[in-house]
């Protein structure tokens, strides 16, 4: 039951980021019109931020076991596997904005493609390029979490 709860909440957080993100997306190229940034320095801006948030769940993952080893009294012999309540929210949090993130990127990276080219074709092109691209990096992020923490062999 739990499985299929957390699907779901997968499914709707991944709705949510979308359809955020088309909002925020449009607010920034809103605000782009009044501010001396070009349309590819805001692409540039939310794509690093998007991969500097990538970053933070391990590197919270880090300081908080350092913070609890450090934390530990000289009596205690093992660690306690409990995670933390507001570790595991500030994971979500930065997870649901690395999603947004994402999806706004992906939203600048559309309107700059459609904005930058006159045929039709070459436009449609160009968005199945930026889906693949993204597509990509996906898969390339899902390749080195696995390579960093293998899953053991299944027994036969």
């Known amino acids: 039951m739990a499985g299929a709860a957390g699907a779901a909440i997968s499914v709707l957080a ?9 909002g925020i ?5 809103s605000a782009l019109a ?5 349309e590819e320095e805001l692409i540039a801006i939310v794509l690093s931020l998007g991969v500097i948030l990538s970053s933070l769940p391990r590197l919270l993952g880090d300081f908080w076991r350092e913070a609890r080893r450090c934390a530990r009294s000289p009596q205690d012999e093992k660690p306690t596997p409990r995670e933390s309540p507001f570790v595991g929210f500030i994971q979500v949090l930065i997870s649901l904005a690395q999603r947004l993130a994402q999806s706004v990127a992906v939203q600048l990276l559309a309107a700059n493609v459609r904005a930058n080219s006159n045929l039709r074709g070459v436009r449609v ?3 199945i390029a930026v889906a693949v691209f993204f597509v990509f990096l996906e898969h390339a992020s899902t390749l080195e979490r696995v390579q960093r923490h293998p899953s053991p062999p299944h027994p036969a």
């Open 14 to 22: 991944g709705d949510l980021a979308v359809a955020v993100g088309y």
């Open 25 to 29: 997306a449009a607010e920034l190229q």
């Open 34 to 38: 009044e501010s001396q940034f070009s």
């Open 125 to 127: 092109l160009s968005l």
